[in-house]
């Protein structure tokens, strides 16, 4: 068998002779059908039908009519667009913060020899939860009357906060439930990588007289540099679709701050579905979508000077 | 790792994708099924002995009542029409209504009405003007709620102050509050958060202005309209009212319920909701709102609707006229959940809870005005917050506040 993987023409036959068994081609279009159809169904022609829109003014229910780029250049004059597209870098930002927070917890956990697990499951667990859920505790944690958090602070002397009511905190106290909850997956993931790391790299530097800080650094940090990556690179498009946190932390006719704390998905939201104006929020979408292809490819291009792939 | 760099790039581009796509979700589908759409757990068992009822007389339906949560209830709708999915009942308001009506969405159960020989006459004029649109009927009223004061009698007496009746006016109202307030014990006199329906729309009117003009252009700058916002800055500006941003935190129904605030003016949907509170029971008591120029409260209500894309709009018709007639409206009084629409049956609801004088809510009705509606009024209601929220918090003048929402008003209606 190793003489076969081995050499190339053996490879060759074997593949000929598999084609050989099977009717023809179109099976292998058969096997992928059921996820191709899905693909087609569920993102690629919702997509084509948003692009559409986008050229158009729908009105709430029947046929819309075409109006060419209207919808975008309405949207680019618009303050309210600019300044939810500023909030949603902002969140980006803040939830980038929650990456080297779960590096370094994820290196922790792995130190731990028992109850492993257990940390796992914790972290874990506001992933599993419904957002929903998750933000209305958040909710009464930030309450700035009765909340869990003033009163902590409280006792330390330092005076409350409305936490969501205020538009100087809102966009903060947002972005720390956010990295709260994206922590277990990210957990996950470079927990995935730190086991991938081999054991003997460490063993061998310590013999060169390497402390746990420098192994750290120069080992761990750079073999672990795919999985980081790939966290970055969800973090941002997570980041990008804020939305359902916003929602339920945030809305209330009462709250003046929300206007100051809006997303882009937000923003997204009250137009398409509060004011009935589908174009406009489909226009909204496609840049959205423009915004998170621009961001995702500038981190694949400065991937090359900071990931390492073995 | 190699591959893995392939593997990231295929998930964000996915993910990149999701951000466009949206979901839809269904009503269902069976012999002859009958969905019927609501937002409220409160209400969902009157529904359900509603639909039970409608059941007994018609074997061969099915009726299925679904709660959608409020926030997301006008969203799933407007999904579920455009989808052809929508439910084939379900509750319409006022404000909601002209877009679906104008959007051929609403099933047209004018002529099953006439055959019914249902007597319009059993509804509230007011309610029946909210919904109509060059005289087709698109449903019927199921309820109807007016405002009043909800008052804790507890803080009245520690503060020593006399219950409110109808006797009272604006200065008597601002008198209570300044009294009631004790900041010591975290009590305020009253709760004004932005409320057009239980607060600063019922104030306009009562100080003689309007909302929408008769031009069909807003109003809110006048100077009646004006000394109605004023009424509720004026509470924030004195303190009365915890401020906006605790109202954001904390609803005012709940400062209420807390026994935080000593009057909270609003609708009389709250009354199952207070009265389930046993330790709150005792305490909470109604009057009519203050007067000024003269007296005023919005009315409003909620219509049962049906799908025009529905796969049996016979059937639907016959339910919604049963949901909103007679026996519907005996099952929803009895339950205490809402104050039905039809004629007469509003005893029950009054009986359910004795200890409450609920007959304020009913009496209302005579110095009611339906909610002012004009164009796309949830977009013009949904500016709110922006501009009259700097005069709740004090950094505006109402006068200036209300000139600019008047102006943001027109522009949305001239579209």
Redesign the interface.
């Known amino acids: 068998m190793t003489t076969d993987v081995a050499s190339p023409p053996a490879r060759q036959r074997t593949r000929r002779r598999a084609g050989g068994l099977l009717p023809s081609p179109g099976w292998g279009y058969l096997m992928i059908a059921p996820a191709f159809i899905g693909l087609v169904a569920?993102?690629?022609w919702?997509?084509l039908t948003?692009?559409g829109k986008s050229f158009m003014d729908v009105?709430?229910?029947?046929p819309g009519t075409f109006t060419g780029v209207d919808n975008y250049t309405e949207l680019l004059a618009d303050d309210r667009f600019w300044q939810a597209l500023r909030n949603s870098a902002l969140y980006t930002v803040i939830l980038l913060l929650g990456v080297p927070v779960a590096i370094v917890l994820a290196a922790l956990i792995e130190q731990v020899s028992r109850g492993r697990a257990l940390y796992r499951v914790l972290f874990f667990l506001p992933v599993v939860t419904l957002p929903v859920a998750v933000s209305m505790v958040w909710?009464f944690i930030?309450?700035?009357?009765?909340?869990l958090l003033n009163y902590v602070l409280s006792l330390v002397g330092v005076p409350g906060q409305?936490w969501?009511?205020?538009a100087t905190f809102t966009i903060y106290a947002v972005g720390v439930v956010g990295i709260w909850m994206s922590l277990g997956i990210n957990l996950i993931i470079l927990g995935a990588g730190l086991q991938?790391i081999p054991q003997d790299l460490y063993e061998a530097s310590s013999l060169d007289g390497a402390g746990r800080v420098r192994q750290f650094f120069r080992i761990t940090l750079p073999l672990l540099s795919?999985s980081v990556?790939?966290v970055t690179?969800?973090t941002v498009?997570?980041a990008?679709?804020m939305f359902d946190l916003i929602?339920?932390m945030l809305?209330?006719?009462?709250?003046?701050?929300?206007?100051d704390s809006k997303t882009i998905?937000y923003l997204f939201?009250?137009k398409a579905?509060?004011?009935?104006d589908q174009g406009y929020g489909a226009a909204i979408?496609?840049v959205?979508?423009m915004v998170?292809?621009a961001a995702?490819l500038v981190q694949?291009r400065l991937q090359r000077r900071w990931v390492f792939?073995? | 790792?190699?591959h893995?760099?392939r593997w990231?790039?295929a998930?964000?581009?996915?993910?990149?994708?999701?951000?466009?796509?949206?979901g839809s979700s269904g009503g269902g589908d069976g012999k002859v099924t009958l969905s019927y759409a609501t937002w409220s757990d409160d209400q969902k068992p009157a529904m359900e002995a509603i639909a039970k009822a409608f059941e007994d007389k018609h074997p061969d339906i099915d009726v299925q009542v679904q709660v959608l949560p409020w926030?997301e209830y006008?969203?799933t709708l407007?999904?579920g029409?455009?989808g052809r999915t929508a439910p084939d009942a379900f509750w319409m308001l006022a404000d909601q209504f002209p877009?679906?009506a104008k959007?051929?969405?609403l099933l047209d159960i004018t002529d099953a009405v006439k055959a019914a020989g249902v007597d319009l006459a059993a509804y509230p004029k007011a309610v029946l003007d909210l919904y109509d649109v060059d005289g087709k009927l698109y449903g019927l009223p199921k309820d109807f709620d007016t405002n009043a004061i909800w008052f804790n009698k507890a803080l009245f007496d520690k503060a020593g102050v006399a219950y409110p009746d109808d006797s009272w006016t604006w200065d008597d109202a601002r008198e209570a509050a300044r009294k009631l307030t004790n900041p010591a014990a975290g009590v305020w006199g009253i709760a004004a958060?932005?409320?057009r329906q239980g607060g600063y729309y019922n104030s306009i009117y009562q100080a003689g202005g309007k909302v929408i003009g008769d031009d069909g252009k807003a109003a809110i700058d006048s100077p009646e309209a004006i000394s109605g916002l004023q009424f509720w800055t004026q509470m924030h500006a004195d303190g009365f009212s915890p401020t906006?941003?605790?109202?954001?935190?904390?609803?005012a129904v709940q400062m209420f319920m807390d026994q935080k605030v000593a009057m909270y003016f609003s609708g009389s949907f709250w009354a199952q909701r207070l009265y389930g509170d046993q330790a709150l029971r005792p305490n909470v008591g109604v009057a009519p709102l203050p007067k000024a120029k003269q007296r005023a409260t919005m009315i409003s209500g909620i219509l049962n609707a049906g799908y025009a894309g529905t796969k049996h709009p016979k059937e639907l018709a016959e339910f919604l006229i049963f949901a909103s007639g007679k026996d519907a409206a005996v099952i929803q009084a009895k339950s205490g959940a809402v104050l039905p629409a039809y004629q007469d049956t509003q005893q029950g609801w009054l009986d359910a809870m004795p200890e409450f004088n609920l007959k304020v809510f009913v009496d209302a009705v005579d110095y009611s005005v339906p909610l002012p509606i004009a164009g796309?009024a949830?977009?013009w209601t949904?500016l709110?917050?922006?501009y009259l929220?700097?005069a709740?918090?004090g950094k505006q003048s109402a006068a200036d506040a209300a000139r600019a929402y008047n102006t943001a008003i027109n522009e949305v209606l001239a579209q």
């Open positions: 569920f993102y690629v919702p997509f948003t692009f009105p709430a229910f029947g909710r930030y309450n700035g009357d009765f909340g409305y969501v009511a205020d991938s795919p990556f790939l690179v969800l498009i997570s990008l679709q929602f339920v809305r209330s006719v009462n709250n003046t701050a929300l206007a998905v939201y009250e579905f509060v004011e009935f979408a496609i959205l979508l998170i292809m995702t694949f792939y073995d | 790792m190699r893995g760099k990231i790039a998930a964000a581009v996915l993910a990149a994708l999701a951000a466009t796509g949206c926030p006008w969203s407007q999904v029409a455009a877009a679906y959007g051929k969405q958060p932005i409320d906006l941003k605790q109202l954001s935190d904390t609803e796309d949830a977009k949904g709110e917050t922006q929220g700097p709740w918090e």
